[in-house]
């Protein structure tokens, strides 16, 4: 993990309240990392647009962003708080 990365985290990954209101943006600046956690968005959108759109219509695809984005950092804590803050919305999609 670049060293940036991991002052970046350790400064600022502690602050899980209301991950409904947030994005991987508030907890992630690389770019490489957020491309793997990120869905496809397609060519010539606003990307911050887009992303509010989607998560806004899919709240399932917002958690499963934290939970990507916790995997690819390694940080249970955020995982465990975005299934727990978004468990409804969780089983709602699982059980379509």
């Known amino acids: ?8 985290i350790a400064c600022n990954m502690k602050k899980y309240a209301n991950l409904n ?9 690389d770019e490489a990392v957020l ?3 990120l869905p496809f968005i397609p060519s010539g959108v606003d990307r911050d647009q887009y ?3 989607y998560w806004a219509e899919n709240p399932a695809q917002h ?14 804590e955020l995982s465990r708080q975005a299934e727990r803050q978004f468990a ?5 999609y699982f059980n379509e």
């Open 1 to 8: 993990m670049r060293d940036s990365l991991k002052v970046y």
């Open 21 to 29: 209101g947030k994005t991987v943006f508030d907890f992630c600046t």
């Open 35 to 37: 491309e793997e956690v």
């Open 51 to 53: 992303l509010k759109d």
């Open 63 to 76: 958690a499963f962003s934290f939970i990507d984005l916790a995997e690819e950092i390694k940080d249970e």
């Open 88 to 92: 409804k919305d969780l089983s709602e």
